[in-house]
């Protein structure tokens, strides 16, 4: 009876043992993956985003107008990014704190054209504004998005004094990797 119980605790040993070393392996192989750099998008996909951007200067001069969605109405932040990327057929909720649970969450220094920007007062309050990037060198994020008092413009939220401090998190919605 003392053996075949040592063998049942054997086999469980090296079940736990067994179980335990995948464990392991997945926890090591998830790290590798996550401290992988970002892939740089290729031609056509860079293509593509200034393709975005470049329609999105189209409405600089745009007036506000709360919850707008067009341009012969107005925008308010999110309504013109939906906008924008309708155009492109890539459909994007129309409230920034929706938004912000689309496409895949990127690193601020490693925003690209065609990424969009989200805003947020502190941790605890939600989104309250969405932009669009249009370039990032480094230095400076310049985007294009619809602000309450200036309607529709370009503008570089690094070194806002205003934006900068409230700037939450980048998401892109246009790669499909």
């Not at 012969?72 to 938004?99: K, M, N, W």
């Amino acid at each position: 009876m003392n053996i075949s119980h040592w063998k049942i605790g054997t086999t469980t040993h090296w079940l736990l043992i067994l179980y335990l070393a995948v464990s392991v392996s997945n926890c090591k192989t998830s790290r590798k993956t996550s401290s992988t750099p970002p892939s740089k998008p290729d031609s056509r996909e860079m293509a593509f985003r200034k393709d975005i951007v470049a329609y999105a200067a189209k409405y600089k001069g745009s007036r506000y107008t709360p919850a707008g969605k067009k341009p012969d109405t107005g925008f308010d932040c999110s309504g013109f990014t939906s906008y924008v990327f309708d155009h492109f057929d890539i459909s994007l909720s129309p409230a920034a704190r929706e938004q912000v649970k689309q496409g895949k969450s990127k690193d601020v220094k490693n925003a690209q054209p065609g990424d969009l920007i989200f805003f947020r007062r502190s941790a605890r309050e939600p989104i309250f504004h969405v932009s669009l990037v249009k370039s990032n060198n480094g230095k400076s994020i310049v985007v294009i998005h619809s602000t309450t008092s200036r309607g529709v413009i370009e503008e570089d939220v690094l070194n806002s004094t205003y934006w900068k401090q409230y700037i939450d998190s980048v998401r892109d919605v246009v790669s499909r990797k």
